[in-house]
Antibody
Framework: QVQLQESGPGLVKPSETLSLTCTVSGGSISSYYWSWIRQPAGKGLEWIGR???????NYNPSLKSRVTMSVDTSKNQFSLKLSSVTAADTAVYYC??????????????????WGQGTLVTVSS | SYELTQPPSVSVSPGQTARITCSGD??????AYWYQQKPGQAPVLVIYKDSERPSGIPERFSGSSSGTTVTLTISGVQAEDEADYYC?????????????FGGGTKLTVL
């Protein structure tokens, strides 16, 4: 079955760029959407955005100006960059397969499976 | 911005039925999805498209929808069901492009 694993620095300085990669194993990354979701300690889930294997993206409007996502199908990986980070960006970051279904021009999506998550702390 | 509203907490005794609600104006037009998150673990999908159960999820988990409210029902609650539960849907534009999560409900098994 498909498994996802996040990787990247656990500590990022304020104003710098957070960079994470998600490696997909047990299946091909192709023909699916893939999302990043984060969760500050003790708080709820926040969707950051998604990327399709063609490279097309949708971002959360609240983060759009700072987010860039990319995909490398040859490595079965996709990545997140979040620029100009502050302490408010400290969170556990999850990657997940984003299952999107479009029926009669209406789209539906859900996330399954998820990676185990990686804690990123923004601090000097 | 669009919001999904969940009660912060629900408590039940073992063997009883737990019901967790999620309310949102767009829910009549959009499906809802439910995730279980145990401490220190990633969320796991337990219900999709309002009432469908993924393979491997126990039959005691079920979902339903009525108007602007969807409900996750756990019948015969077990101690292992103690977790945070999040609903997820999309905004009122009827697309999948803007994802929204509810604030989460902590289920306590007494």
């Amino acid at each position: 079955q498909v498994q996802l694993q996040e990787s990247g620095p656990g500590l990022v300085k304020p104003s710098e760029t957070l960079s994470l990669t998600c490696t997909v194993s047990g299946g091909s990354i192709s023909s699916y959407y893939w999302s990043w979701i984060r969760q500050p300690a003790g708080k709820g889930l926040e969707w950051i955005g998604r990327i399709y294997t063609s490279g097309s993206t949708n971002y959360n409007p609240s983060l759009k100006s700072r987010v860039t996502m990319s995909v490398d199908t040859s490595k079965n990986q996709f990545s997140l960059k979040l620029s100009s980070v502050t302490a408010a960006d400290t969170a556990v970051y999850y990657c997940a397969r984003d299952i999107v279904v479009v029926v009669a021009a209406t789209g539906f999506n859900w996330f399954d499976p998820w990676g185990q998550g990686t804690l990123v702390t923004v601090s000097s | 911005s669009y919001e999904l509203t969940q009660p912060p907490s629900v408590s039940v005794s073992p063997g009883q039925t737990a019901r967790i609600t999620c309310s949102g104006d767009a829910l009549p037009k959009q499906y809802a999805y439910w995730y279980q998150q145990k401490p220190g673990q990633a969320p796991v999908l337990v219900i999709y498209k309002d009432s469908e159960r993924p393979s491997g999820i126990p039959e005691r988990f079920s979902g339903s929808s009525s108007g602007t409210t969807v409900t996750l029902t756990i019948s015969g609650v077990q101690a292992e069901d103690e977790a945070d539960y999040y609903c997820q849907s999309a905004d009122s534009s009827g697309t999948y492009r803007d994802v929204v999560f509810g604030g989460g409900t902590k289920l306590t098994v007494l």
